[in-house]
């Protein structure tokens, strides 16, 4: 009993250390990069925002799993009775604290969007589209059009939003939705309540940002069709001023007036070249980096447990 409890103490230890120093790490990362990337495409600016704000909770899973628990357990002596520090004891239950708080955040914010969701569909009806996604016309006029779900997706159009917008602006605002589906964005916001941490709100914002101009992005091809989007924008932001957001759902009309005045003066110099998405890097590149990364750790693997096990004999004690 003592052996698995020491065992779960140095794995929580090991997590929420890597955890919190990565993480402070990615803020001080983003503070030096946020300036320099403004000029990449949207899409590419989404993906890498978003990859760096998991890359703390993947690595510290990482190391956990992979070296700080099978050195525990290869090499910590099962005979030995030795009584756990107060530090090891404190993180243990900070990383605890971290998980609890993390399912908690995400069931909140879960719960809130499906009442809110259930809410604006009570008299729902199905509308006939193009869309490759189930379109539903709602009566309240906020939200004026928004993707809903995480398994299975839903576009919610309020039949004012429908009554103002042409057929083009409402193909276009369409393709932006879907654009939010295709990309698994609401899944992404549902993980990024799960790992909240403090000081982060600048880097979630600026991703959420980066979404609806990606989203911009891939729902027109040509400057009309960008003409459209804005003229969506703008009539939908007309028609429900101050439209607040709710967690979980991806709505065309977004963030403050400033943020939408942006997206339409952005979408009034549409430039062909936004839709290029740089340099495309073959597979074969990708397989010879991870194929060499696990060749070095496989190498190395048994060392790394000797010294990770001294470290964790160091913490505990």
């Not at 979630?204 to 979404?211: C, I, N, R, S």
């Not at 549409?270 to 740089?278: P, S």
């Amino acid at each position: 009993m003592m052996f698995a409890t020491r065992g779960i103490v140095v794995s929580f230890s090991v997590f929420v250390i890597v955890y919190c120093v990565l993480s402070v790490g990615v803020e001080l990362l983003w503070c030096g990069i946020r300036l320099r990337i403004e000029k990449h495409p949207a899409r590419q600016i989404a993906d890498w925002l978003f990859a760096l704000r998991v890359l703390p909770l993947l690595t510290a899973a990482a190391v956990t799993l992979a070296v700080a628990v099978p050195s525990f357990v290869l090499l910590e002596p099962r005979a030995i009775d030795e009584p756990i520090g107060a530090i090891p004891l404190a993180l243990a239950l900070c990383g605890a604290a971290l998980g609890i708080f993390g399912l908690l955040n995400a069931g909140l914010a879960l719960r809130k969007a499906r009442r809110a969701i259930s809410a604006w569909t009570i008299h729902a009806e199905p509308v006939q589209t193009a869309a490759p996604v189930r379109v539903l016309r709602i009566a309240p006029a906020v939200p004026a059009m928004t993707a809903t779900g995480i398994a299975r997706s839903t576009v919610l159009l309020s039949h004012a939003a429908e009554s103002v917008l042409t057929a083009p602006e409402l193909r276009t605002a369409l393709n932006h939705e879907v654009a939010h589906v295709r990309r698994r964005d609401n899944l992404k916001k549902l993980l990024l309540r799960f790992v909240a941490f403090p000081g982060m709100d600048k880097l979630e914002a600026a991703w959420l940002e980066a979404t609806e101009m990606a989203a911009d992005d891939a729902a027109v091809s040509d400057a009309a069709e960008a003409l459209d989007l804005a003229a969506a924008l703008i009539k939908l932001s007309r028609l429900t001023p101050g439209e607040g957001s709710v967690d979980l759902t991806a709505a065309l009309v977004h963030g403050s007036v400033s943020d939408v005045n942006a997206r339409v003066e952005r979408l009034i110099s549409w430039r062909a070249e936004r839709q290029v998405t740089g340099r495309k890097w073959s597979p074969f590149y990708g397989l010879t980096a991870a194929l060499t990364t696990l060749a070095i750790f496989a190498f190395t693997y048994s060392q790394l447990l000797v010294q990770v096990h001294q470290a964790t004999e160091w913490l505990v004690r």
